[in-house]
Nanobody
Framework: QVQLVESGGGLVQAGGSLRLSCAAS????????MGWFRQALGKEREFVAA????????YYADSVKGRFTISRDNAKNTVYLQMSSLKPEDTAVYYC????????????????????WGQGTQVTVSS
C-alpha cells in the first residue's frame, strides 16, 4: 500500500500560482499512474489531471488545460501540480491518487480507478 501526502495548498489571489506536491511512502511510485482530483464544497470529486508511470503521457480536464501542469519525479517519489492563472472556481480541496499499473504509458481519469488517496490540501482563490 502506498501512502500519499499532499502539500502546497493555500490562499492565493485570482491570477496567481501555486504548486502542489504529493509525496509517496511505503511503495515506489514508478509502478503507479498518478492523478490529481479536486472537490469543492457541496460538489462531487472531479478529475483535474493525470500522468502515466513514466511521465510520458499526461491528460487534463478541459477546465484546467493550458493553466495546470502535472509532472512527476520518480526518484523523489513525488508528483506535482503546477497551477497558474488561478480562478475563484478553482477553489477546492485537492487530492492526489495513485493507481497501480503494469503499463508505463497508461493514465486514468476516473476516481473509481484509484485505490490510494492522500488526505487533501485546501486551495482557496480569492477574487
Amino acid at each position: 500500500q502506498v501512502q500519499l501526502v499532499e502539500s502546497g495548498g493555500g490562499l492565493v489571489q485570482a491570477g496567481g500560482s501555486l504548486r502542489l506536491s504529493c509525496a509517496a511512502s511505503g511503495r515506489t511510485l514508478n509502478m503507479y499512474a498518478m492523478g490529481w482530483f479536486r472537490q469543492a464544497l457541496g460538489k462531487e470529486r472531479e478529475f483535474v489531471a493525470a500522468i502515466s508511470r513514466s511521465g510520458e503521457r499526461t491528460y487534463y480536464a478541459d477546465s484546467v488545460k493550458g493553466r495546470f501542469t502535472i509532472s512527476r519525479d520518480n526518484a523523489k517519489n513525488t508528483v506535482y501540480l503546477q497551477m497558474s492563472s488561478l480562478k475563484p472556481e478553482d477553489t477546492a480541496v485537492y487530492y492526489c491518487g495513485a493507481t497501480f499499473t503494469y503499463s508505463s504509458i497508461t493514465y486514468r481519469h476516473a476516481a473509481e480507478q484509484y485505490a490510494n488517496w492522500g488526505q487533501g490540501t485546501q486551495v482557496t482563490v480569492s477574487s
